[in-house]
């Protein structure tokens, strides 16, 4: 089992910047992948950004290419996800996940989810 934890969201305005952070604990979290999704109200739960257990190589959507960034630190189970020049449709409950087998974009793929964070980005 693997547990998550995100943190760091909150109310921005559009240009802004947020870090989410994940921490995890349970089994060894240098072995999963790890990926961010994001869910906005009527709407589906989206890929954001992913990454390899070791680090690399990345993915992201392409509606954040360019203003987020993806980073893990092994050492202190910790994934991040830095979020730069926030814009309205950014708005949404931001989840951290989990997978043994690196399938980026896929919700269905991941074994293991936290229960969310919020970030509500205004104009």
């Known amino acids: 089992q693997v547990q998550l934890v995100e943190s760091g969201g909150g109310l921005v305005q559009a240009g802004g910047s947020l870090r989410l952070s994940c921490v995890a604990s349970?089994?060894?979290?240098?072995?999963?992948?790890m990926g961010w999704f994001r869910q906005a109200p009527g709407k589906e739960r989206e890929f954001v950004a992913a990454?390899?257990?070791?680090?690399?190589?990345?993915h992201y959507a392409d509606s954040v290419k360019g203003r987020f960034t993806i980073s893990r630190n092994n050492a202190k189970n910790t994934v991040y996800l830095q979020m730069n020049s926030l814009k309205p449709e950014d708005t949404a409950v931001y989840y951290c996940?989990?997978?043994?087998?690196?399938?980026?974009?896929?919700?269905?793929?991941?074994?293991?989810w936290g229960r969310g964070t919020h970030v509500t980005v205004y104009s």
């Open positions: 996940a989990a997978q043994l087998n690196y399938a980026p974009g896929r919700v269905s793929e991941y074994d293991y």
């Open positions: 349970g089994r060894s979290f240098s072995s999963y992948a």
């Open positions: 990454m390899t257990y070791s680090g690399g190589p990345t």
